[in-house]
């Protein structure tokens, strides 16, 4: 943990109280992704002063997924990062650790060309899709769901905006991928087929994004609960000013309103109370276990930590 003494005082609070008044706050660096549920926190947070209010000073880094912030962690160049469920195999693993809930999203697709009007016409297609993301497991659990595997298609692991172009131009004849790309594609091809979403998989799965601390952070509680406290507030900012939380998120990001506004309507946002209270329940935990439990039974990984060992959910819960 780096510290700075930083002077807040301004010139009329001065004339009033006498000597400066100093203030410690914890310098740390956190990554997001540029899409409303990976950036509307952290937004939210800037925006609204919270990483002050709460004793931070956050160095905010933008990256194009989860498995690349916690090469990041594990290389030292960041202390928390934001996952979609689709990297949950990571922290499943031993290589991070989730210290808050997110969004119990369902903004991932199955997207496939005109024509192709199920899962089981993928059979020998090929399917462009972002490896260790929530569009890969989206993808895998869909062709679960129609008796398949990722054998019987031919799998192009490919970056999302890559995604983008492959499809437009009929290189792909599909993808696992997740809005806003979606509406992209959508532009571009506007009769293609969604063949699976993940919100026809919850309950029973719930596909929970996260917040993660690096294991280098892991044990400084003390900065843990500052960030999981300014996570805490900006969630609940988001959940009562929907619109309000769009605009920031989309001035933040310098892009317009109406893609993120679409995707923010395609979660469940429970409270920070809630998330507390489901914490306690061991809610929390099973939806992580549930994943981790899926990633091994896919393959991902081998024998997956139990939730409780890489979610600080008595943290959260405080």
């Known amino acids: 943990m780096i510290t700075r ?30 899409d409303y549920f990976g950036t509307s926190i952290a937004a939210i947070a800037t925006d609204r002063g919270l990483w002050e209010k709460h004793g931070l000073d956050a160095d905010l880094k933008v990256f194009t997924n989860g498995p690349i912030q916690v090469q990041a962690l594990n290389a030292g160049s960041l202390d928390f990062a934001y996952i979609g469920p689709g990297a949950l195999w990571l922290p499943a693993s031993g290589q991070a650790k989730v210290i808050a809930p997110n969004a119990l999203g369902y903004t991932d697709r199955v997207i496939a060309q005109p024509g192709i009007e199920s899962i089981s016409d993928l059979k020998g297609k090929k399917v462009g899709v972002p490896e260790g993301t929530s569009g890969d497991m989206l993808l895998r659990l869909a062709l679960e769901e129609a008796g398949m595997t990722m054998d019987d298609i031919e799998v192009i692991p490919m970056d999302p905006s890559t995604i983008v172009t492959a499809f437009s131009s009929g290189q792909i ?18 009769e293609l087929n969604e063949l699976s979403s993940n919100e026809q998989f919850f309950p029973e799965i719930a596909f929970p994004s996260s917040f993660i601390v690096s294991d280098d952070m892991a044990g400084n509680q003390e900065v843990i609960r500052k960030v999981v406290a300014v996570i805490k507030e900006a969630n609940d900012f988001r959940k009562n000013n929907p619109e309000e939380a769009v605009r920031i998120t989309a001035d933040f990001l310098n892009v317009p309103e109406a893609p993120l506004l679409a995707e923010s309507k395609l979660a ?16 929390v935990e099973n939806w992580f276990g549930t994943l981790a439990d899926l990633y091994a039974q896919f393959g991902k990984i081998e024998d997956p930590l139990p939730a409780s060992e890489f979610y600080l959910g008595n943290l959260y819960a405080q």
Request: hydrophobic share 45%; net charge negative; proline share 6%.
């Open 173 to 190: 004849d599909a993808a696992g991928i997740w809005y806003p790309f979606v509406d992209v594609v959508k532009q571009r091809v506007p």
């Open 268 to 283: 469940r946002l429970p409270s920070s109370a809630e998330y507390e209270e489901l914490s306690r329940a061991g809610q």
């Open 5 to 34: 003494r930083i002077l807040l005082a301004a010139a009329s609070a001065l004339a009033l109280s006498g000597p400066l008044s100093a203030q410690e706050l914890d310098e740390i660096r956190m990554g997001y992704i540029a």
